[in-house]
């Protein structure tokens, strides 16, 4: 049982160049979450997906994309990056009550944008 | 906007001392979260308490909810080096249904 695992660990990136961040979770939930945190701060949401092909903005979408493959995996991208964007990115799932249920996070992603 | 700030920003502390951080938020909330972080790691859920509930304890940890206040408190008791994290409220508002997070208190305890 992994949990919430993200793939890569580490990213750097130009400038204008552009990837997907891949998470997946083996705890049958059915919400899963993009965050993003900068250092020193808390986590801000970038989008989350409330079940199976349905998502939805969250504080800071701009410049991001995501997709609810199936009920495991949700993924995010990066159209085109920009410095901004450097962060450490965090994969969540939790079960069907986004409000009340315990949030599982992955280890995260580092990216680097130059 | 970070709905609940976490204060302080920093604390040092040596081990068996105990460590109380503070979140304050703005808006009416169905429920507040504590979560810990360890460097480099995800975050990691503590415990929740729920709006109608004043105190909330979890084997070292206790926790304290002051609606009127807007305020919570997170206590950990007889500290530990590997409590060494940062710590992060996380709250869910009355017209909302996702965690919103603050910024987090970094805790540093001292063999």
């Known amino acids: 049982n992994a949990g919430v695992t993200q793939t890569p660990k580490f990213q750097v990136l130009k400038t204008g160049q552009s990837m997907t961040l891949q998470c997946a979770q083996d705890?049958?939930?059915?919400?899963m979450y993009w965050y993003r945190q900068d250092p020193g701060m808390g986590l801000r949401l970038i989008y989350y997906?409330?079940?199976?092909?349905?998502?939805d903005k969250g504080e800071v979408p701009n410049g991001y994309n995501v997709s609810r493959l199936n009920k495991r995996e949700f993924s995010l991208r990066l159209e085109s990056a920009a410095p901004s964007q450097t962060s450490v990115y965090f994969c969540?799932?939790?079960?069907?009550?986004?409000?009340?249920?315990?949030?599982?996070f992955g280890p995260g992603t580092r990216l680097t944008v130059l | 906007s970070q709905q609940g700030e976490e204060d302080p920003q920093a604390l040092s502390i040596q081990e068996g001392e105990n460590a109380t951080m503070n979140c304050s938020y703005k808006?009416?909330?169905?429920?507040l979260q504590w979560y810990r972080q360890n460097s480099g790691r995800g975050l990691v859920h503590l415990i929740l308490?729920?709006?109608?509930?004043r105190e909330k304890h979890s084997g070292r940890l206790r926790v304290t909810l002051d609606t009127s206040k807007k305020s919570s408190s997170l206590l950990i008791t007889a500290s530990r080096a590997a409590d060494t994290a940062s710590y992060f409220c996380?709250?869910?508002?009355?017209?909302?249904?996702?965690?919103?997070f603050g910024g987090g208190t970094r805790l540093m305890v001292k063999p």
């Open positions: 705890m049958n939930h059915n919400s």
């Open positions: 308490i729920r709006s109608n509930e």
């Open positions: 808006t009416s909330i169905n429920n």
């Open positions: 996380a709250t869910t508002p009355n017209a909302g249904n996702m965690l919103t």
């Open positions: 997906s409330a079940s199976e092909g349905t998502t």
């Open positions: 969540a799932s939790s079960g069907a009550r986004p409000s009340t249920d315990t949030q599982y």
